[in-house]
């Protein structure tokens, strides 16, 4: 059975991220913590807050640089909505006040990310103003189902690319620094 190739894009990545110079360790450290920062609602500073944290780390920068964009404006909804969910569920025993319904969030999200609202609302003043009233609404709830979701896919990137990056290197150490 033939392979199937992958896209170009892909292949290169694949690439860049299995032979940068520097230990599986470390490059697994890189992309848990752009992983870890890509659920986070830091938008606008999460490249700043990885580079940061890979420095203090010691981690590698270029990797986690990568992994941080898992969380753009296609995927928003896709990764907030959980964790606002997860977040809710931690946090509303501990508070008195009416928080939102998960519908009431979701038909938030998808009116003010929308493809449409995005490209035509993205520049102006209201469209920031609904943005800064549903982050306070729903942002302790955001937090805390980020940094639950984000750490659980840390730590289980950290270990699958740790060990995909020491066998693929193992299986064929004559292709690690091959020019692309």
């Given at each position: 059975m033939a392979r199937k190739r992958k896209h170009p894009i892909l292949r290169y990545l694949e690439y860049k991220i299995l032979h940068i110079d520097?230990?599986?360790?470390?490059?697994a450290l890189g992309l848990a913590i752009g992983l870890f920062v890509a659920w986070m609602?830091?938008?606008g500073i999460r490249s700043l807050m990885v580079i940061a944290l890979?420095?203090?780390?010691r981690a590698?920068?270029?990797a986690g640089l990568v992994s941080v964009w898992v969380s753009n404006v296609f995927t928003f909804v896709l990764i907030y909505y959980p964790s606002y969910l997860i977040g809710r569920a931690v946090y509303a025993p501990f508070v008195y006040h009416e928080t939102l319904s998960g519908e009431q969030v979701l038909a938030s999200f998808n009116r003010l990310f929308a493809p449409a609202n995005i490209f035509t609302g993205f520049y102006t003043k209201e469209y920031w103003r609904q943005f800064w009233v549903l982050t306070?609404?729903?942002g302790p709830e955001l937090w805390?189902?980020?940094?639950i979701l984000g750490g659980?896919?840390?730590i289980s990137s950290y270990v699958i690319c740790y060990n995909l990056i020491k066998n693929h290197r193992a299986k064929s150490p004559h292709r690690r620094y091959r020019h692309y």
């Open positions: 520097d230990s599986p360790a470390k490059i609602p830091i938008l890979s420095i203090l780390l590698n920068k270029f306070k609404t729903i805390i189902g980020g940094f659980l896919v840390a």
